[in-house]
């Protein structure tokens, strides 16, 4: 074989690796989410992300309950197909208008962090605001009504 037939066939292995990382990645993402929609039925999710060329890439999942209490953020920050979702707990109970004010307290030196979850509130905020999508807060009771 000459030389181009060679790099040819390095190139093809290649791309069937990555296409194959990118598939197991998506596998991950889609597992991910739906195991999130599954178990937190009521409230809000909001998916941000944040594409970096010279930064890591990041993704940011948020559920939050319709009182806007933060139930589970998740972050997903690298540049392998291998990188996992992270659970950030101490985010958990706080109120949505807190990570809306402050969004860079998630990734304080780490640009991409910041924008993913500022872009995950403002998906929730959407979803809030879209008509026949408001949930019934869980805060009440209904023998106040």
């Known amino acids: 074989m000459a030389i181009w037939q060679w790099a040819l066939l390095l190139l093809a292995v290649v791309w ?65 197909v291998f990188t996992k979702f992270k659970r950030h707990e101490e985010f958990e109970g706080t ?10 307290v998630m990734g304080e030196g780490e640009p991409g962090v910041t924008e993913a979850v500022r872009r995950a509130v403002e998906q929730v905020d959407r979803a809030r605001s879209a008509p026949g999508r408001q949930p019934e807060p869980t ?7």
């Open 16 to 80: 069937a690796l990555q296409s194959l990382g990118v598939w197991l990645q998506m596998r991950h993402y889609s597992d991910v989410f739906q195991g999130i929609t599954n178990r937190f039925k009521d409230g809000f999710v909001g998916a941000g992300n944040s594409k970096g060329r010279l930064y890591k890439g990041t993704i940011a999942l948020i559920v939050v309950t319709p009182d806007l209490v933060v139930q589970r953020l998740m972050v997903m920050t690298g540049r392998s």
């Open 139 to 145: 805060g009440l009771s209904a023998a106040s009504a």
């Open 95 to 104: 109120s949505l208008d807190q990570l809306r004010s402050n969004p860079a």
